[in-house]
């Protein structure tokens, strides 16, 4: 959980570190470099729900309002698989990686999620899904370790 105890946040590891935080950005804006920002913004909400990561929910919630995604498609995400039409045949191929990069409970991706997404994306834009599920991983879990409070909650004014 990145919300805190009520002792607040371990750390602001950006700051303790900016080489870091320029790392992690450049990394993040190579991996979106081209990238359907509505396939982006889904795989970030889906793989910080695994990661139980309410700091990248909250901003990445806000991006894919901002972004046209409806309400109804950001609170289904969860249950993707059984929503039916509601993701695009694209969307769930990108959400089927997503949740196996992002689990990894057998040691590798298996075959055939990798070829559902290897059907729906050229080789180049596979490689950005890849690496902007990749980075999203690593936003979680530096925002998780360190509890980084959601801004919606910052002075505890939810929005």
Not at 6 to 19: C, D, Q
Not at 113 to 127: D, I, P, S
Request: overall charge negative.
């Amino acid at each position: 959980m990145t919300t805190s105890d009520g002792h607040g946040p371990r750390m602001n590891v950006w700051k303790a570190s900016p080489a870091l935080y320029k790392g992690m950005s450049a990394f993040q804006s190579a991996a979106s470099e081209g990238l359907d920002p509505v396939v982006a913004e889904l795989v970030k909400i889906r793989a910080s729900q695994i990661n139980k990561c309410a700091f990248c929910l909250d901003m990445h919630t806000t991006a894919a309002r901002k972004a046209g995604v409806t309400q109804l498609r950001i609170d289904l995400l969860c249950a993707w698989e059984e929503a039916g039409s509601l993701y695009t045949e694209r969307e769930q191929a990108a959400l089927a990686l997503t949740e196996a990069i992002t689990v990894l409970t057998d040691g590798f991706v298996p075959d055939e999620v990798y070829a559902r997404a290897a059907a729906q994306y050229e080789e180049a834009e596979l490689a950005q899904l890849i690496a902007q599920i990749v980075a999203i991983n690593a936003w979680n879990r530096f925002a998780v370790t360190t509890r980084t409070t959601p801004a919606s909650l910052v002075n505890g004014r939810p929005e």
